[in-house]
């Protein structure tokens, strides 16, 4: 297939140009819902509320069957339907509403639900993850619209707790399984290499997390009588949670494979230090190329741990401890698996006969995209519209999107791409997330040509 020539003037990027405005009102209108899919944290009529937000956006634009659909963990998806002509393939278009909690609401330059504009970005919780995935997709519609009508029939979900790693919205999928189907799949979840380079992710690594306890005594004790002696909890938690990590940092688990090297674009450590903000003179960890360590191997971290604060705390050897473990599952390794490999090494590492505990948290498999396919080939003439003089990239994402994992499973012959808003400025999951406007509207540009040009790659 022949790539078409980019005319000088692009009527879909003039018109996605021109709704930009609407857009950013649109989106603090989303942002202001603090729809975290945490009961415990925010009220759940704040996720209602942005799924209500959704279900009438998508009825604007002139969607059928548009439904809040109530899933098995308790929230709620939006899903609608935009039929397309005669003969048209189907796409499905992803998002997901629900976001991460703002963390330390101090730290946030302006308040995390407000959407506030600094230095041409737009900050606010889920403007690049993953609201503003939301209006990227209605923006790409609208300017199609605009410009001689949709050429595909569309589905559309949006996810209310992806975040969370309900797997509400996977459930309902395989006790639906007609619901979602397509030929294509566009997640919108994911993000550009960094902004201004276009960018499909490939591969997202698949994750396991574990809770993990550690008991020595029947209750606390006063450490100048009994410390030395007594086994204290904490401090075996802490052994287990080192024997996780080699000399260097890198992941160990007993028999988990953890050599693997990343074929693609080349992550340079000058340019991960700046993006992740390691601070001077401290080492990065592990072995092999940035990418190998971030999206083709095997990543250990210890999200979280019980045990009591530096403020307050007593001179005590601590009876109990407990930690939350998360293991990064790269494509070609089974998280089930991988699940067990874990639990045994902390069973194995565990020192003085500590009695231990591990409750299993869930997990997702990894995910590696077929990047031959015609999907991709449209895409990548979408993006060289979208950025002209740039090719598009195709990388890795350490990440996980469990339900990419169980639409492949459900739909073997679709194909699903994954792009976004998440480029390393957005400080995802982070305070202070932001979303470049500019990306937005080259990314919407480049899904309306890919609707297009997918369309006509299927018809040729």
Not at 13 to 21: G, I, N, Y
Request: charged share 20%; aromatic share 6%.
């Amino acid at each position: 297939m022949t790539t078409d020539p980019i005319p000088e003037i692009d009527p879909i990027a003039q018109t996605v140009a021109s709704l930009m405005p609407k857009a950013k009102a649109e989106l603090a209108e989303l942002v202001a819902f603090a729809s975290v899919a945490d009961p415990e944290q925010y009220p759940v009529s704040e996720c209602e509320a942005a799924a209500g937000w959704i279900a009438e956006a998508l009825r604007a634009e002139g969607f059928e069957d548009v439904a809040l659909l109530d899933t098995p963990d308790g929230t709620q998806s939006v899903y609608g339907r935009l039929a397309g002509p005669e003969g048209a393939p189907t796409v499905l278009l992803y998002a997901h509403y629900d976001v991460q909690p703002p963390l330390d609401e101090a730290a946030w330059i302006s308040p995390p639900f407000t959407l506030t504009e600094r230095n041409g970005r737009w900050y606010g919780r889920g403007t690049a993850d993953c609201k503003g995935g939301v209006l990227m997709h209605l923006l790409a519609l609208r300017a199609l619209k605009a410009d001689g009508g949709v050429p595909v029939t569309v589905k559309f979900i949006a996810e209310g707790s992806e975040e969370q790693g309900g797997a509400g919205l996977e459930r309902y999928a395989e006790q639906h399984p007609e619901l979602l189907a397509a030929d294509a799949v566009v997640i919108g979840d994911t993000g550009n290499f960094r902004a201004g380079v276009p960018t499909v992710t490939a591969t997202l690594r698949g994750m396991t997390m574990l809770a993990v306890r550690v008991d020595t005594l029947a209750g606390n004790l006063h450490s100048g009588q009994f410390g030395g002696a007594a086994p204290d909890a904490l401090a075996a938690l802490v052994r287990v949670l080192d024997s996780l990590r080699a000399e260097d940092g890198s992941t160990t688990v007993d028999g988990l494979a953890a050599e693997a090297d990343w074929p693609g674009l080349t992550y340079e450590e000058a340019d991960f230090r700046a993006d992740a903000g390691v601070l001077d003179g401290v080492a990065l960890i592990g072995s092999g190329s940035v990418g190998d360590r971030i999206w083709a191997r095997p990543a250990v971290t210890v999200l979280g741990i019980d045990c009591p604060p530096v403020v307050g705390a007593t001179p005590s050897v601590q009876a109990g401890a407990r930690a939350l473990i998360s293991l990064r599952v790269p494509p070609g390794q089974d998280a089930v698996e991988a699940t067990k490999l874990l639990t045994a090494h902390i069973e194995r590492h565990v020192p003085w006969g500590a009695r231990v505990a591990i409750e299993d948290m869930g997990r997702g498999q990894a995910f590696s995209a077929d990047t031959s396919s015609p999907a991709y080939t449209a895409m990548s003439e979408a993006m060289a519209v979208a950025y002209p003089g740039q090719e598009m990239q195709t990388a890795g994402q350490g990440g996980s999107i469990p339900l990419t994992n169980t639409l492949a499973g459900l739909y073997p012959q679709a194909e699903i791409l994954l792009i976004g808003l998440s480029e390393p400025e957005a400080r995802i999951h982070a305070v202070n997330e932001s979303v470049d406007p500019e990306e937005m509207r080259r990314l919407s540009v480049a899904e309306a040509h890919f609707l297009r040009r997918y369309t006509a790659s299927r018809q040729a």
